[in-house]
């Protein structure tokens, strides 16, 4: 008998190769024989797992385009065959109802909440402000109702004819050359002929892009946003569509109002305009300035208050925004009790929005002028200080809107005349007094109105709109300028703010 030999096929297949069934589990993507915990090197179930996921993509497909094999999770279950919902533990707990008459409590007193702006809701992240939105008042317009479907996308739909102005291309043609021979025969001004000049673009300070764009940074960058207007007009240098912006898009903002230059209207003036103010948000009276500064420990106090409702958070920003010389970069400059803004008596000082460090978790943003009330006459923007003088060619033209808001009295202490018929009448006798005279001994009307507004826009001249349904308790309105000491033009020193006057506030 001979001697049996041992095949390679008995044990190994294939002479020396791996048995069949088995897979080296090195480079393989199969979950067979794979565990959680695999040596070094060696892909682990999870891995197998995760890699697998990437693979998947859509469905597939034939020639044709039918859908051969369905995308995962995307298959249609057969008939007969049972489908299992994921278990959670939220099917056992406990389910909130609400009635008719505590969901209309809670939408009346929410609602109370939110219209006064002195109450903040501490958790709003945890209130269903979808209750509060009825769905009766905010339904969107039905289409079907305007317009049927069966005229619309039906076979008896009804198709507008465009208007057309040609019906072929030869009308079409002529028509052009017509309108070609139109356009020839326009007669062209001559250069020597006078054209009406375009509205000119010093009175459109403040209404660019870009400065729109730095104030709509400064409001999505702020927790709290603090509008500054001027004490001598609050209503006109008011923001009306950044407050409804703020209500209506931002509504998590806290809006603060900020009377500057309070030093410049009597006692009475400043709190009457508190008052009327503080029921729509509230109102601060402020004096900025580095040496005697009114209302900064009021405003620092509010803004720790801030900071500490908003204690989910490392700091808070709080942006200034408001018309153009009205105290802005001022007021951080008093906070700061230092120079950390570029300031000075003009508009348009402020360029970009800056960040300034206040305290530890306070940040203040500074924001250049805005002006959003576009239907200002040329008179009550140059009234406002939205406009730089030395920048409008014939000032003169709008010295009789400043006569006429300042009192008689209050231009005779300051510039010694005692009558006048009209403006021209008024600049000619305060040329001669000032000695500002053209050749020919011509009075240089334009030199002494630019000096005028710039007395009106400091400080020099008194002014201020009443508030309304406020009279003065226990004091006179003056007759005088009492409550502004420094009333003779002067150089403006650098290290004082805009609008400073050197009189301490009322």
């Known amino acids: 008998m001979g001697k049996q030999t041992k095949t390679g096929g008995d044990k190994k297949g294939g002479g020396g190769g791996s048995a069949p069934g088995r897979v080296k589990i090195g480079n393989s993507m199969s979950l067979k024989n794979r565990k959680s915990k695999m040596p070094v090197g060696i892909r682990d179930k999870a891995t197998v797992k995760r890699l697998n996921m990437y693979k998947t993509a859509g469905p597939k497909r034939n020639r044709d385009g039918q859908i051969v094999q369905a995308a995962e999770y995307q298959e249609k279950a057969k008939s007969g065959e049972r489908a299992r919902i994921e278990p959670n533990r939220k099917w056992f707990g406990n389910t909130r109802t609400l009635t008719q008459n505590a969901l209309q409590r809670f939408q009346n007193e929410m609602g109370k909440i939110q219209n006064n702006p002195y109450q903040v809701v501490m958790k709003s992240s945890k209130v269903p402000t979808g209750l509060l939105q009825e769905t009766a008042k905010t339904a969107n317009v039905h289409i079907l109702k305007t317009e049927t479907f069966e005229s619309t996308f039906g076979p008896k739909k009804l198709r507008k ?46 209404q660019s892009k870009r400065i729109h764009a730095e104030l709509f940074k400064v409001i999505d960058s702020s927790d709290v946003v603090i509008q500054v207007l001027d004490a001598r007009d609050p209503q006109g240098t008011r923001s009306k569509y950044v407050e409804h912006f703020l209500k209506t898009e931002k509504a998590h903002k806290h809006l603060v109002f900020v009377l500057n230059k309070c030093d410049l209207v009597p006692t009475w003036v400043t709190k009457g305009w508190l008052v009327n103010l503080s029921k729509e948000h509230p109102t601060l009276a402020f004096h900025a300035t580095l040496k005697k500064s009114f209302g900064k420990g009021a405003l620092i106090n509010l803004l720790r208050q801030f900071s500490k409702l908003h204690g989910d958070k490392k700091q808070i920003s709080v942006g200034f925004i408001g018309y153009p010389n009205v105290g802005k970069s001022s007021i951080i400059n008093t906070l700061m009790h230092k120079k950390c803004c570029k300031v000075a008596p003009l508009a348009g000082e ?113 002014y201020f709109n009443t508030p309304p349904n406020t009279r003065p308790e226990g004091e006179e309105r003056p007759t005088d300028m009492s409550f502004i000491e420094d009333t003779a033009p002067a150089e403006v020193d650098e290290e004082k703010t805009e609008g400073e006057a050197s009189s301490e506030p009322p």
Request: aromatic fraction near 8%; charged fraction near 30%.
């Open 161 to 206: 004819r465009p208007k057309l102005a040609a019906e072929n291309l030869s009308e079409m043609v002529q028509k052009i050359a017509t309108d070609t021979e139109k356009h020839d025969e326009k007669e062209v001004p001559a250069e020597d002929e006078p054209r009406d000049a375009p509205n000119d673009y010093i009175f459109q300070a403040g």
């Open 350 to 462: 402020t360029k970009v929005w800056q960040y300034v460090t206040l305290f530890k978790r306070v940040n203040l943003i500074d924001c250049p002028g805005v002006v959003s009330n576009t239907s200002d006459s040329n008179a009550d923007m140059i009234c406002k200080g939205v406009v730089r003088m030395e920048m409008v060619p014939t000032p003169s033209a709008y010295i009789d809107p400043i006569i006429q808001k300042i009192k008689p009295q209050y231009l005779t202490q300051a510039y010694k005349i005692e009558e006048w018929k009209d403006g021209e009448d008024f600049l000619a006798q305060l040329c001669k007094r000032m000695g500002k005279l053209l050749k020919k001994g011509e009075p240089d009307l334009d030199a002494v109105a630019r000096i005028v507004f710039q007395d009106f826009q400091r400080g020099r001249l008194p």
